[in-house]
């Protein structure tokens, strides 16, 4: 009997300690980069931002833009055929709050609206996409271009 | 029944300054001399964007306080009506006059924060029966005789989002005259008030659990039985968990169904003062079954059966006579059917 209890005692014991490691393991390995401050930029005459390709270290970068209200977010996407890159205006459709960087996407704190990178809405109340800047990026300069437009609408 | 009707009006002065608003007409309409119905101010308040990580409001405000109070639109919880905690011990939708100010911590994603200042609770507004329900000033009558303050903590982590707030009122909000003569503390935090809640929610593939724990307390709740006489508890504690599955949740047609169960439990007088008087009925479980669906984001149709169980009545607390006195049932089941939409 008492061999029985033993066993089941560290069986259970042991089944939980593997369950608390990958847990662990988990939160460790999901742990969040802290907060990286945004990259500074300017918009030229023609509203256009240029962005060093080599800024973009991470898979997304928050971009402040002098004289424009909200950050932009530069989002580089991995497609069959390369590289794609998205820019979103980080103001919320639903309520004009600006939106907030997270690992998971993004999100507004003001009534939990969350976005994708891409500006699609994964979570109401917000019912629109968010603003989209058309992006180019010229291998040559090594500089991605984002067009601001429509951003005071 | 039309349960609610919300406008929204809003208004931007510029790239710094912008009005919110949402009016509300409940139970379909308001008519003199009968009773039922209500219009009222649900928001009213101007929002002062300082920076891109702090901005100011003021005016009649929603504190973040629990899931729903803030996020309060029909599509975006699931279940016909908002859930017994945040109805009862969390009195949603809680708003008052104040100023609030919201925050990010640049230094941690994720990581943002409030703090408001507000008028105060009103404890003489406590019914027994309705938890906090009818405590909050909701921007009618307040005055600055008595204030409340808030603060939170709110952290989105991956798949997460995670929640903490305070609240802590005085709640007499009459003049120094009047609460000498009932004998009753008075002042700013007099005859004080609190609630802690913490909430937590995870999103992904489809899958949302949800969990919420929220307790308040009137440490003084004897003093405002004897003057009020209102039966309030000392304390009332509630909980609940929730999962949900979108089973279109990979339809690229923003079409969702979600099927999901809720638990909660909830005490109205988990502890009550020597001159309160104890109410099984007041302890409820309930477990809800249902679920939503939404053929686009802002339009939703629900379905939910809600099974409750108490306890005793205290039939000591039942004034109607035999034969208007309706039986009571400890176990009892209720089917909602409900249509919500926002834009």
Known sequence: MSNRRTFLKQACGATCGLIASVLLGDLVKAAPVPGKKPYKAEMDEQNRVNIPLEALEEEVLTIRVKDLEYDVLLYRKTVEAGVEYKAVYLRCTHFDNGLKVTPGGLVCSMHGSRFDFEGNVTESPAQRPLLQFPVTANTETNFITIQIQNHEQ | ?343
């Open chain 2, 1 to 343: 029944m039309l349960t609610r009707a919300v406008l929204f009006v809003g208004h931007k002065f510029n790239s710094k300054i912008s009005f919110f608003s949402e009016m509300e007409l409940e139970n379909g309409k308001v008519e003199g001399g009968k009773l039922g119905g209500e219009i009222a101010m649900e928001q009213a308040f101007l929002k002062f964007d300082i920076n891109r990580d702090l901005y100011i409001v003021a005016g009649l405000f929603i504190p973040r306080i629990g899931l729903i109070n803030e996020n309060h639109l029909p599509n975006t919880f699931n279940g016909v009506e908002r859930t017994q905690v945040e109805t009862y011990i969390i009195p949603a939708t809680w708003r008052e006059v104040g100023i609030g100010v919201y925050g990010r911590v640049p230094a941690i994603d994720g990581l943002n924060y409030s703090f408001a200042l507000m008028n105060g609770f009103n404890v003489a507004g406590l019914e027994s029966g309705t938890g906090w329900r009818e405590g909050p000033y909701l921007g009618f009558n307040a005055s600055a005789a008595n204030l409340g303050v808030t603060g939170s903590l709110l952290y989105y982590w991956n798949d997460f989002r995670f929640q903490a707030s305070g609240y802590y009122a005085g709640g007499v909000g009459i003049t120094p005259r009047v609460a000498d003569s009932l004998h009753i503390d008075r002042g700013v935090f007099g005859i004080p008030v609190w609630l802690t809640e913490a909430n937590m929610v995870y999103r992904n593939q489809g899958l949302e659990v949800k969990a919420l724990g929220a307790i308040n307390g009137i440490p003084d709740a004897a003093d405002v039985n004897r003057v009020f006489a209102n039966n309030v508890a000392k304390r009332m504690y509630g909980a609940y968990v929730e999962m949900g599955y979108d089973i279109l949740h990979k339809s690229r047609k923003h079409r969702s169904l979600t099927p999901f169960a809720r638990y909660e439990t909830l005490n109205m007088n988990a502890e009550l003062p020597e001159n309160g008087v104890e109410n099984g009925a007041l302890n409820q479980q309930y477990l809800f079954v249902g679920a939503s669906y939404k053929p686009v984001r802002g339009v939703v149709i629900k379905a939910d059966v809600m099974l409750r169980s108490t306890g005793d009545l205290n039939r000591q607390l039942q004034f109607t006579p035999y034969p208007v006195n309706v039986p009571y049932y400890k176990n009892n089941a209720l089917v909602n059917l409900g249509i919500g939409y926002s834009f």
